[in-house]
């Protein structure tokens, strides 16, 4: 069993930066590629950033290319999001995922979540 754990969300001005972070206990962190995904009000959860389990390769929705960047340190079993140039279309809750065998299409197929960190971009 592997327990992830969000933190680092909150409120911020557009224009600005968040670094979310995403602690996970109870496996070998490494064993797992691991993603952010958002959910908006009132919309379905997407894909924002993934990894693989040893940091060599990133993939990004579109609209965060450029603006955010995931990256992992195994040693401390955290995955982290930083985001810059935030705008209020980023408004949502950020959940932490990780599996084996991680496929950012298949939400329900993603062993691993968290329970989410609202990050609130105003305008």
């Known amino acids: 069993q592997v327990q992830l754990v969000e933190s680092g969300g909150g409120l911020v001005q557009a224009g600005g930066s968040l670094r979310l972070s995403c602690a996970a206990s109870?496996?070998?962190?490494?064993?797992?590629?691991m993603a952010w995904f958002r959910q908006a009000p009132g919309k379905e959860r997407e894909f924002v950033a993934g990894?693989?389990?040893?940091?060599?390769?990133?993939h990004y929705r579109d609209s965060v290319k450029g603006r955010f960047t995931i990256f992992r340190e195994n040693a401390k079993n955290t995955v982290y999001l930083q985001m810059n140039s935030l705008k209020p279309e980023d408004t949502a809750v950020y959940y932490c995922?990780?599996?084996?065998?991680?496929?950012?299409?298949?939400?329900?197929?993603?062993?691993?979540w968290g329970k989410g960190t609202l990050v609130n971009v105003s305008s």
């Open positions: 990894i693989t389990r040893s940091g060599d390769f990133t």
């Open positions: 995922a990780g599996d084996k065998n991680l496929d950012y299409s298949d939400f329900d197929s993603i062993a691993y």
């Open positions: 109870g496996r070998t962190f490494g064993d797992y590629a």
